[in-house]
């Protein structure tokens, strides 16, 4: 159920970007779901023509590329408070001209949101996710009942620490 209405949406950190790469996939459409508000910035990046068509129809900010362009990511992400980095972009079947693997890839993510400045990376992954050198970051497994309220509620906390 998306978050509009509910009683705690007054404490959105509204004016703080949100990017989800990886909104492409299962967990990340969740992600968008649950986060979608119109008082919050949402970006996506996404490798699929069709989403990103759908995600602009909903008035989205949306990055069409490869998942593992890392300046391309980086791009996206400028000026996000928040990164939620889904890990299944960087290993499902979709083409990656810039990785020879998903580890290259997810590196590739936690520079990407060094360099843009960001301050929290919410890693959806069952793995050890590579270091971000960011303030604040979090893990999340995608196979939580609950993936993205907990994603929601960890982008809202004052701090994930």
């Not at 949100?18 to 996939?25: L, P, W």
């Not at 992600?31 to 008035?59: H, L």
Request: with cysteine; proline share 6%.
């Amino acid at each position: 159920m998306p978050r509009n209405g509910l009683a705690g949406a007054a404490n959105y950190v509204g004016s703080m970007p949100v990017i989800v790469v990886g909104a492409d996939t299962g967990p990340g459409r969740a992600v968008i779901e649950e986060m979608a508000d119109p008082r919050r910035e949402i970006r996506v990046f996404v490798s699929d023509v069709d989403q990103a068509a759908a995600y602009r129809s909903r008035g989205l900010k949306v990055a069409l590329g490869d998942v593992s362009d890392e300046s391309h990511v980086e791009a996206a992400a400028r000026m996000c408070f928040t990164a939620v980095l889904v890990s299944e972009a960087a290993e499902d079947d979709r083409e990656r001209t810039f990785a020879e693997n998903a580890p290259q890839v997810l590196e590739g993510w936690a520079r990407a949101a060094k360099s843009a400045g960001v301050t929290r990376v919410i890693w959806v992954t069952d793995a050890d996710p590579p270091s971000t050198d960011t303030p604040e970051v979090a893990r999340v497994s995608p196979s939580r009942h609950d993936l993205a309220t907990k994603v929601a509620e960890l982008d809202e906390a004052q701090r994930t620490g």
